[in-house]
């Protein structure tokens, strides 16, 4: 039986930090299901069809990463039920800094409590990415400062764009 893992987010915009999540899970698992957040009530630069698509690209075209680990999907869903339509019982969370912390603990326990069965394993990205944010890049970009070395070539494209 393969081990499939969960990772949940907004992904508003993709950054370095997410994508080490990625590829330290894909180390641990034989599957990733990218869950892209399509909750109503978040305010998002990119709609979730063009967060599928940033997330797409920057994985499989910028960094040519497996096709057949990785699967990116839209949810507006608990996150609970996300891991039941997989058939996983895995969530995977980012942590950047300790204040990450109490809120994904948190979290964690809120989706242990929606169903006892699911683990949450926490990763953290590699120090040099640990300061990155989706907000920050998005904040540094519309201020047309230089965002390289927090996310990929697409994905600053898709974000300058938006910013035009």
């Known amino acids: 039986m393969s081990k499939i893992a969960i990772y949940p987010g907004t992904f508003d915009p993709i950054t370095f930090g997410h994508i080490d999540v990625i590829k330290k899970a894909l180390k641990l698992f034989d599957k990733i299901v990218i869950g892209v957040s399509d909750e109503s009530n978040k ?38 039920d996300l891991c039941k339509k997989y058939k996983s019982n895995i969530i995977l969370r980012g942590l950047r800094a300790v ?44 201020l047309k400062g230089d965002i390289k070395k927090f996310t990929t070539k697409s994905t600053i494209k898709s974000l300058k764009k938006k910013y035009e």
């Open 43 to 80: 305010n998002y630069l990119f709609s979730s069809k063009e967060r599928i698509e940033i997330v797409n690209k920057a994985l499989f075209s910028d960094l040519k990463l497996n096709k057949k680990k990785i699967l990116v999907v839209s949810f507006g869903s608990l996150t609970t």
């Open 99 to 142: 204040s990450d912390f109490e809120y994904e603990f948190q979290l964690a326990g809120m989706n242990r409590k929606l169903n006892q069965n699911i683990e949450t394993i926490f990763l953290m990205s590699d120090v040099e990415n640990q300061i990155i944010s989706s907000r920050f890049v998005k904040e540094i970009v519309k």
